[in-house]
Structures are given as C-alpha cells and as structure tokens.
C-alpha cells in the first residue's frame, strides 16, 4: 500500500476550472474515494487524469505513489508531460523535480538555492485496493475510514484469483452507467451477443435492502453467466443468484453465485472523470477458471461494458434525476429507485448534475 501526506490542496473549496458540477454536488461527492488508476500502469511515465473535473498526475517516487494536481507550481505546465524517473517527476518545462510527498528537491537553474515551500505540490492521498489508486479530493485523512472503500466479497479468500480488467472510458454520466450495472431487465436486450438470453426477459420479483453503505439486492432467475457459445456447463434448472452491493455513490460488486461451489465477484467503480465523463475500472475475483488467459477475460468483460456503454451514452437527459416523477418506472427498477433515494439521501440535488 502507497500512501502521501494529505496536505488538501481543496482546503479553501476552490472547485475546479469548468467544473461540470454544481458545487453542493461536487463537494458532497469531493468527500468519496475513487479508483483513478491500475497500481500496474503507475511508474512508466507520468500519468494524467481528472477525477471530478480536477486534473491530477499520478507518478511514483520511490515506490511510493504520488497523486496530485497536474500542474506545476512554476508556470503551469502538466507535470504528466514530464518524465518519471526513480525518485519522482521532472517537469518538462524548466526541469524542476518532484519526490515523495510532492516535494520539488530539484531547481536545475539555480541548484544552490533553497527551495521555497511554495514550489511543493500539494497532494492527494494515494491508496492501494483491489489494484487500483484510490484517491479523495477532499479527504479527512490520508488513510480511507472503514468503510470509505466498497469491500469486495472473496478478493482476499485464498482460493480467488485477482484480476484488474482494463478500464474503459465512458461518455456519459457515472450514475447513468451505475444504474445500468445494478439493472437486471436489459440482459435480454442489450447482452445478447455475451451473457443474456432473447428469450428469457421477465424479471422475477426481488427486494432491495438498505445497508451502511448504499443497499443490496439478490436476485435469483434462471438466466445463465456463461459466455453463449460456451456448451454444456450450465446445470438444467438452475436458478441464478446473482448478489448486488451498492456502494454509493459509484461503485457496486457483483457477486454470481455459479453452479456448484463456483463464485465470480466483479466490481463496478465508475470514476467519475466529469459529470460527463466515465472511467470504468473492474477488478474480479474468481475460484475456478483460473488456468485460463486473462486476455480472455478482459476481452469478454470489454464486450460486456461495451454493450452497456452504446446505451448509456445515448441517455437523455445526460443526468441522473432523483425526483423520481421526472421518468417513468417499471416494477423491474427496485434497485434503480433505491439507486436513487441512496444518492438523494446523500444530499445530491434533484436533478442531478448540469
Ligand atoms: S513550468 Fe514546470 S519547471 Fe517551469
Ligand atoms: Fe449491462
């Protein structure tokens, strides 16, 4: 586990430039921790991203992961432009270097001189889980509170296999695609080319149930989890249990219940880049299969969320509204309106995002 100095550079609550939130609503969700990268692309180069609109560059000093704004205190470049050597960053434009904790320890123009405390960036905290960064723009301390980070069921378990599918970037909001990962009626129309089945679109009743951290929802049917095509491994009569958690605001696991004593646990965190703008990260853990080339399984798993991102991205409004007279319902949308009472109980506005 890496973890930086929490020096909160969103102390004064300045948001970021062309913020595409309202500002109640990006300090509410400024408060959450966020996957913004895999632990395993951290430290070839400088990497830039934006979490809620604020741009960040995640390096390594060290071995330890640096997060912080993706500007240079001197004059303004990207720091993710720079290069990442072992001891930290070099900005690509006048050669100043950053360390551990976002310290500058190198003026190339004037190497006598002291540093002034002005040329140090300030940081986010940097947080190793399920193998990704996690980070908070507005953290209370460095180290996430119990709870701050979802659990994800069996990743520790001996008998699991990790795996950190690449993520996938999605045009459109990060509780439209939520919505979408904790819905069950689409299966048969949007996932027939994966998983679902044309035939079998009825969605057995089910119950939501509140938890500290959002709600689950179990829910049992007869429509299978293996890659169509795959033959002979299903069980006739099976029923399905598929075991939804929802981590509010953006973040759910999945865990399918397999024949047998076979277990898929598969995490949805959409990070949300700008209320506009989705970073897909989805680490799995699984106890069988586990011989098999990941390649197969990032390349299902991207056929799977592609699916799903050729619809979310359609979505009108872009938003998610919470005032639940703002779109019709159907019996099959428990989870979508504890979805969405979770998300206005946090204190989000009614309609959510510009
Ligand atoms: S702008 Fe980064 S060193 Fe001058
Ligand atoms: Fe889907």
């Known amino acids: 586990m890496a973890t ?6 969103m102390s004064e609550i300045t948001l970021p430039r062309g913020c595409t939130f309202e500002r109640d609503d990006w300090i509410i969700l400024a408060k959450h921790w966020y996957p913004i990268a895999m632990a395993r692309e951290v430290g070839e180069k400088p990497i830039g991203t934006k979490l809620l609109d604020q741009p960040l560059v995640i390096y390594k000093a060290d071995g330890a992961i640096v997060v912080a704004p993706d500007i ?26 950053f360390g551990a904790e976002g310290k500058c320890v190198h003026v190339p123009a004037s190497p006598a001189r002291d540093i002034p405390a002005r040329l140090h960036l300030a940081t986010f905290p940097a947080v190793e889980r399920y193998g990704l960064i996690w980070t908070c ?4 301390s460095a180290e996430p509170a119990p709870g ?8 520790d378990e001996p008998d699991f296999q990790q795996i950190v599918c690449p993520w996938m970037d999605i045009f459109g909001f990060a509780g439209r695609q939520m919505e979408g990962f ?13 998983f679902g089945d044309a035939n079998n679109a009825e969605v057995p009743a089910y119950k939501t149930r509140v938890t500290d951290t959002g709600f689950e929802a179990e829910y049992w049917s007869t429509v299978g989890n293996y890659p169509i095509g795959v ?15 929802c981590h509010l605001p953006f973040v759910a696991t999945l865990e399918i219940h397999f024949p047998g004593t076979d ?5 949805n965190a959409a990070s949300p880049v700008s209320a506009k703008v989705t970073r897909l990260f989805a680490p799995m853990a699984r106890n069988f299969d586990k011989d098999l080339p990941l390649q197969d399984v990032y390349d299902f798993n991207y056929r799977v969320f592609l699916e799903d991102k050729s619809i979310v991205e359609t979505q009108m409004p872009e938003c998610l509204p919470l005032d639940p007279t703002m779109e019709a319902h159907i019996p099959a949308d428990l989870s979508s309106m504890a979805y969405r009472r979770g998300l206005k109980a946090m204190g989000l506005s009614r309609f959510f995002i510009s």
């Open 4 to 9: 930086a100095a929490v020096s909160n550079p």
């Open 72 to 97: 240079c205190p001197h004059r303004g470049v990207p720091l993710s432009l720079g290069t990442q050597i072992e001891s930290g960053v070099v900005c690509a434009y006048h050669g100043l270097k």
């Open 137 to 140: 723009l507005l953290p209370e």
């Open 148 to 155: 701050a980070i979802v659990d994800m069921p069996h990743w």
């Open 182 to 194: 904790l819905d069950v009626a689409h299966f048969a129309f949007v996932h027939t080319d994966t």
């Open 231 to 245: 033959e002979g491994r299903g069980v006739p009569g099976f029923r399905w249990l598929r075991h939804f958690r």
């Open 263 to 267: 277990r898929l646990s598969i995490m």
